[in-house]
């Protein structure tokens, strides 16, 4: 069976469970200048660039990956959140973008083909796309709301450099993540179905937007309803939100989002909100209750967590759900979608 349709057929028996935070426990390691820097011989700092430790340090995002897998996860995402040429031309490392994603595919890879020749159960590896720190919808200038700092040629081109380079690496799936601009992720999807095309095989694409205030709006001012009308013919395996706030928070977005998308719905959030410190203070069993409710609503097929979250919440969440159904995919009536800002149904 090919990878949709292996997860898929897991999804169908019970609630799966993706993996937590990556920058968190990364700082659990304290790292310094030369860590991450490794003899690259690259011009910047690299201090806090985590992707780059897939060249410099594997052993540390090898070890996280082993982690939440024994806590119970499904699937890896790999540690390229920001792993694209806009994102690494920060850190003069935008020359290593191919490699680095290539790397860090290949370590959750290895990791999750170990766990599954333990007790056969399948391991997934998602691709994490992170909607890098430029906008496609919003200028940067207040004096100059034309103005954009990149155009959507580009944009496609660098998501697409770096969707090819996880597949290669040994990626099941793309996951677009945090998509804080409805207009970015939909480049994000036109690269992936142009790299389907090049390779002439199914790419399956994971979707997850993130919510910017709690009326349920990202920062391009789309609501969850319209993110969906204007991504869903993109037919994603997953839909859902991520980072956004904590699991309180995010409930009556759950569930709008799991009553309109007929497709799975995959829900990672935060561990609570930070504390005046920015650290994250919510215990594993608070959050694992938080989305035992939406697994016993029946609104939820994938679970995991975002900011904050370690591999005791994920642990804390597989225990949580062990045994619930599934949430059943709604069949839709068919009629007309569309989607500004707002969303809009044009009845039969």
């Known amino acids: 069976m090919s990878a949709r349709e292996t997860f898929l057929a897991e999804a169908a028996k019970r609630i799966l469970i993706t993996d937590g935070a990556f920058g968190t426990e990364i700082q659990s390691w304290k790292l310094q200048e030369e860590d991450y820097a490794g003899n690259l011989g690259l011009s910047h700092d690299q201090k806090g660039n985590n992707d780059i430790l897939a060249l410099t340090k594997p052993e540390v995002p090898?070890?996280?990956?082993?982690a939440y897998f024994e806590a119970g996860a499904d699937i890896a995402e790999t540690n390229t959140f920001s792993a694209n040429r806009i994102s690494q031309a920060d850190y003069g490392a935008e020359h290593l973008v191919r490699e680095i994603n290539i790397e860090s595919a290949g370590a959750a890879r290895r990791v999750a083909d170990e766990f599954q020749a333990r007790d056969g159960?399948?391991?997934f590896v998602a691709g994490a796309i992170g909607p890098t720190n430029k906008t496609l919808s919003l200028s940067p200038d207040v004096n100059d709301p034309?103005?954009?700092?990149?155009?959507w040629d580009t944009l496609v081109d660098v998501y697409k450099e770096q969707a090819a380079a996880l597949v290669e690496g040994g990626a099941d799936f793309i996951l677009i993540e945090t998509v804080f601009d409805t207009l970015n992720a939909k480049a994000g999807v036109?690269?992936?179905?142009?790299?389907?095309?090049?390779?002439?095989?199914?790419?399956p694409i994971m979707l997850s937007m993130t919510l910017t205030d709690l009326s349920g709006r990202n920062l391009s001012g789309h609501t969850v309803e319209a993110f969906w009308h204007a991504v869903r013919h993109a037919k994603p395996l997953t839909i859902g939100l991520n980072c956004s706030f904590g699991a309180t928070q995010l409930r009556p977005h759950v569930k709008t989002l799991s009553e309109i998308a007929?497709?799975?719905?995959?829900?990672?959030?935060n561990a609570g909100l930070p504390n005046e410190l920015g650290a994250y203070d919510e215990q594993p069993e608070t959050t694992a209750d938080f989305v035992k409710e939406w697994a016993e609503a029946g609104q939820v097929n994938v679970l995991g967590g975002c900011c904050g979250s370690t591999p005791a919440h994920i642990a804390a969440m597989a225990k949580a759900v062990q045994g619930?159904?599934?949430?059943?995919?709604?069949?839709?009536e068919p009629v007309t979608r569309l989607a500004g800002l707002e969303p809009f149904i044009m009845a039969a």
Do not use: S
């Open 62 to 66: 090898e070890a996280i990956h082993r």
């Open 121 to 123: 159960r399948p391991r």
């Open 146 to 151: 034309g103005y954009r700092e990149i155009d």
């Open 190 to 203: 036109m690269a992936v179905k142009q790299l389907e095309a090049e390779l002439g095989r199914d790419v």
């Open 262 to 269: 007929d497709t799975l719905i995959m829900i990672y959030p």
């Open 324 to 332: 619930i159904a599934p949430r059943k995919i709604p069949v839709l």
